[in-house]
């Protein structure tokens, strides 16, 4: 069975930083791409960025509300996968999602998400 | 950026009916769309991709159509676990986006 469990989440101040981790089981790691997803509080989804495999040198894509800022990464030995967020705004408040990308193109599996909150 | 509309934001239906929510696209995505399906206080769940295809698992009752900008999801028989917020989602090119979302209320 696919598990993907987020951790992390907090509250963090405007300016500060934060790690998020993405535990991945259940399926080959290596082999698939993985993406953030993120929601603020009654809003809509938002795509944050993608990390891809190997093979693609792990070469990474992003929002531009994020570039700069964000840095996603993955630990194929550990089947993890990162969101190291820094220069934290209040405009970043959202539960993060965790999400497999099946074939290079489409998600399949999201995890349960963990809330971030900034705030002073 | 590739804009994805979803309108209207809300519809109310009964149980037992067919309802049908648009998406549409900016620009030309092919059928490079997925669509998911949210409930309060949980994660999204992917129900289809490639405009038409079902994820394994996803009940028949669900369908897609569409192509090029203009995108359909259509559910059959609707029942209580189906009343939920549908989102569409482009994955033609970066950034990928996601509609606004559409609520499908009890009537």
């Known amino acids: 069975e696919v598990q993907l469990v987020e951790s992390g989440g907090g509250l963090a101040q405007p300016g500060g930083s934060l790690r998020l981790s993405c535990a991945a089981s259940?399926?080959?790691?290596?082999?698939?791409?993985m993406d953030w997803v993120r929601q603020a509080p009654g809003k809509g989804l938002e795509w944050v960025g993608r990390t891809r495999k190997k093979v693609n040198s792990y070469t990474t894509e992003y929002a531009a509300s994020v570039k700069g800022r964000f840095t996603i990464s993955r630990d194929d030995s550990q089947n993890s996968l990162y969101l190291q967020m820094n220069s934290l705004k209040t405009e970043d408040t959202a539960v993060y999602y965790c999400v497999r990308v099946y074939g290079s193109s489409f998600f399949d599996y999201w995890g349960q998400g963990t809330l971030v909150t900034v705030s002073s | 950026d590739i804009q994805m509309t979803q309108s209207p934001s809300s519809l109310s239906a009964s149980v037992g009916d067919r309802v049908t929510i648009p998406c549409r696209a900016s620009q030309d995505i092919s059928i490079s769309l997925a669509w998911f399906q949210q409930k309060p206080g949980r994660a999204p769940k992917s129900l289809i991709f490639?405009?038409?295809s079902l994820l394994s698992g996803v009940p028949s009752k669900f369908s897609g159509s569409g192509s090029g900008t203009d995108f359909t999801l259509t559910i059959s028989d609707l029942q209580p676990e189906d009343f939920a917020t549908y989102y569409c989602q482009q994955y033609s090119s970066y950034p990928l986006t996601f509609g606004g979302g559409t609520k499908v209320e009890i009537k």
């Open positions: 259940g399926f080959t790691f290596s082999d698939y791409y």
């Open positions: 490639a405009a038409s």
